[in-house]
């Protein structure tokens, strides 16, 4: 069994902590929690002020790493979203949805409780190669 550590994606920001952006293994690709960066910006350079534009963002980044992994979301099996208030659950979902218009991954909620400033929402990923 082969494992791949994906964590140097052009354009986008490099692991802020000690983790790596995805793991390949097994056929898997396991994307860490991902918070609304900006691509070609700091690691901590968030985008949006709403949830609706945080959330689109984190699946645009989770989109992104897939595609360096060797995948794509439509081949995403388990989310996790992360929230930080989960009173904004509802437009949360709302932008999520966007992302799904076919088959739904399984998917699970949580409080996210790392204290990143402007951070509303992370989202991770699991889907096959």
Not at 18 to 36: D, L, M, T, W
Not at 44 to 60: A, D, P, Y
Not at 64 to 93: P, Q
């Amino acid at each position: 069994m082969t494992t791949r550590y994906i964590n140097h994606i052009p354009d986008y920001p490099a692991p802020h902590s000690p983790y790596s952006h995805a793991v390949v293994a097994n056929g898997f690709v396991f994307v860490s929690g991902q918070i609304p960066v900006r691509p070609g910006g700091g690691p901590t350079e968030i985008i949006g002020k709403t949830m609706h534009e945080q959330t689109r963002q984190c699946l645009r980044n989770v989109q992104t790493i897939l595609e360096a992994a060797g995948s794509s979301l439509d081949r995403v099996v388990k989310i996790t979203v992360l929230l930080v208030r989960t009173d904004l659950y509802t437009e949360m979902n709302e932008a999520y949805a966007e992302f799904f218009p076919g088959p739904k991954p399984a998917r699970a909620m949580a409080k996210f409780g790392a204290d990143i400033p402007g951070v509303l929402v992370a989202i991770e990923a699991i889907a096959t190669l």
